[in-house]
C-alpha cells in the first residue's frame, strides 16, 4: 500500500512508537507524518520517531485531538507513511522565530535550493506545500499572505494545538519539537493531488462590512458604522448580551469565489469582537447559519473521489470548534465514519491554513490514485 | 477616470497566473483575503484612493509591475 496509517493510545511514548512502526514502516517511505496529543512527552516522543524511521523525513505537530480513518481521538498518536510511489520528492524546512518575524523567505531559499527551483515557477499541479504552524502565534495570517505572494504552488495545513489548554503547542521534525516556529513542506507528488475545502454553513443575506478593525489583535471594532457587538446582535435579532452564544453557530464568512472562507468569532470586548483569525477592515463578511457537519462533509468526499476515481489517502486538517460541536451533538462516530475506507489521519486544529488562515473548516490534502 | 481598480485586479491576476487558468481562482481568493472586494468591482466603479494604493501595495508583494 502507498500511503498506511496507525494509531496508538499507548501513553508510554516509546511502546506507542513501536506499535506504530509495526504498522507503517515500509523500506519505501518517504515522508511520515504524525500528529500527537500534548499530553505526550514532545521531545521523548519526537526521539523515538527519529529512531524507528531514521532515514525518513518526519514532520507533524501537536493536536486538540486526533483523526485517523474510522476514528476520532484524544490523547492519542496518529501517524501515516506515504511511499515513493505518491511522493517521490519532499522537503522540509521550518521557518522560526513566528510571533516577532517573517522568515518565510530565508525558508523559501533553502526550498529552492533543494529543488533548484525558483518558488514562484514550481508546477503547482505536481508540487503541494504542508504548513503547520505553532497554533498559539497569532502568526498564521502574515505567513500564509507572505507564502501565497511567493509562490502559486497550494500550501494546506494546520496550525497546532495542545488539546485545549493554549499553553503551548509544539510543531515537529526530523525528531525534534519546536514553539514558535512553522514547518513548510513541499512536495513533488507526480500523480497528482485535490484539495477539499468544506465547511457546513448556510450564507445568510445579512452583510457586515468591517468599517474598523485592529487588524493586529484580530478585533473588530465596528461593522457598518456601528459598534460590532450591537451591529452583530442587531442583524441577528438578538440582544446583545447574548451573542456569545451565538458565535459557534453564526460566525461569519468571508466570500470568495463563492465561498465562505470562516471567521470565528472568539469572544466579545466591551463593544469590540475578538476572532480566531485576521479582519481586515474594508471586508464585507456575511453571517453564516450551521448545517449539519456530518451530511455536509460526507456530500463533499464523496463528490471529490468521484470526480478523481478515489484516492490513496487524506491528510484532515479539521478544526478543534467543529470537533467541539460534533461532541455536543453526538455525531463524532457518524463523522469518522465518513473515512473509514480511505487510508486517512488528521487532527482537530487551532485552524486551518487553505490560501489563508480560515476557521471552522476542513481542509484535506487527496493523494490521487496512482495506477 | 472609472473602472481603474478593476484593471488593475485584472492585470495582478493576469500576472500572477501567468497563463495559468487553474490558479485564476486562487490568485482572486488572495487579493480579497488582503481586503480587496474583487467582485465589488466593474468598468463603472468610481476610482477609490484607498484601494487603489491597497493594490499597488499588493502588486509589490506579489513582486508584479502594474
Request: charge should be positive.
Amino acid at each position: 500500500m502507498a500511503i498506511k496509517t496507525a494509531y496508538s493510545s499507548n501513553k508510554n511514548e516509546k511502546e506507542a512508537v513501536i506499535e506504530l512502526k509495526q504498522k507503517i514502516y515500509d523500506n519505501n517511505n518517504k515522508l511520515i507524518i504524525f500528529f500527537a496529543s500534548s499530553s505526550f512527552n514532545q521531545k521523548k516522543l519526537n526521539s523515538e520517531m527519529l529512531k524507528a524511521f531514521p532515514r525518513t523525513t518526519i514532520i507533524g505537530c501537536s493536536t486538540a485531538g486526533e483523526l485517523v480513518s474510522s476514528k476520532m481521538l484524544v490523547n492519542s498518536i496518529v501517524a501515516m507513511s506515504i511511499s515513493k510511489d505518491i511522493v517521490d520528492d519532499v522537503k522540509a524546512v521550518l521557518v522560526d522565530n513566528i510571533k516577532e518575524q517573517n522568515n518565510v523567505k530565508k525558508a523559501f531559499l533553502a526550498l529552492e535550493k533543494y529543488y533548484n527551483i525558483k518558488m514562484g515557477e514550481m508546477d503547482p499541479a505536481k508540487h503541494v506545500g504542508i504548513i503547520l504552524t505553532d497554533g498559539l502565534s497569532g502568526a498564521e495570517e502574515k505567513l500564509m499572505e507572505t507564502i501565497g505572494d511567493l509562490t502559486n504552488i497550494t500550501f494546506i495545513g494546520g496550525a497546532a494545538g495542545d488539546d485545549l489548554k493554549f499553553k503551548q503547542t509544539f510543531v515537529y521534525l526530523d525528531g525534534i519539537s519546536y514553539s514558535n516556529t512553522a514547518v513548510l513542506a513541499v512536495m513533488h507528488v507526480p500523480k497528482g493531488f485535490d484539495v477539499i475545502k468544506t465547511q457546513s454553513f448556510d450564507v445568510l443575506k445579512k452583510k457586515l462590512v468591517v468599517t474598523k478593525a485592529d487588524e493586529k489583535n484580530r478585533q473588530v471594532l465596528e461593522f457598518n458604522n456601528k459598534p460590532a457587538v450591537e451591529e452583530y446582535a442587531r442583524q441577528l435579532g438578538i440582544k446583545s448580551d447574548k451573542i456569545a452564544d451565538v458565535f459557534m453557530h453564526n460566525p461569519v464568512g468571508l466570500m470568495a469565489e463563492k465561498e465562505p472562507y470562516v471567521r470565528s468569532p472568539q469572544k466579545v470586548l466591551d463593544t469590540k469582537i475578538c476572532f480566531y483569525c485576521n479582519i481586515k477592515e474594508g471586508s464585507d463578511l456575511f453571517i453564516l447559519a450551521s448545517r449539519d457537519i456530518v451530511k455536509d462533509t460526507k456530500k463533499a468526499v464523496e463528490t471529490k473521489l468521484k470526480a478523481i476515481n478515489g484516492c490513496e489517502g487524506m491528510i484532515n486538517f479539521h478544526c478543534i470548534l467543529r470537533t467541539l460541536e460534533l461532541n455536543q451533538k453526538k455525531q463524532s462516530k457518524k463523522y469518522a465514519k465518513i473515512f473509514e475506507k480511505i487510508p486517512m489521519i488528521g487532527f482537530s486544529t487551532y485552524g486551518e491554513e487553505y490560501v489563508g488562515h480560515i476557521n471552522q473548516t476542513s481542509t484535506i490534502l487527496v493523494f490521487k490514485r496512482i495506477g | 477616470m472609472v473602472g481603474q481598480i478593476k484593471e488593475m485586479i485584472e492585470k495582478i491576476v493576469e500576472q500572477k497566473c501567468a497563463g495559468n487558468d487553474i490558479i485564476k481562482s486562487s490568485i482572486k481568493v488572495k487579493i480579497i483575503l488582503k481586503g480587496v472586494m474583487v467582485d465589488n468591482y466593474t468598468t463603472i466603479s468610481e476610482d477609490n484612493p484607498e484601494i487603489i494604493e491597497k493594490l499597488k501595495s499588493i502588486a509589490k508583494d506579489m513582486d508584479i509591475s502594474i
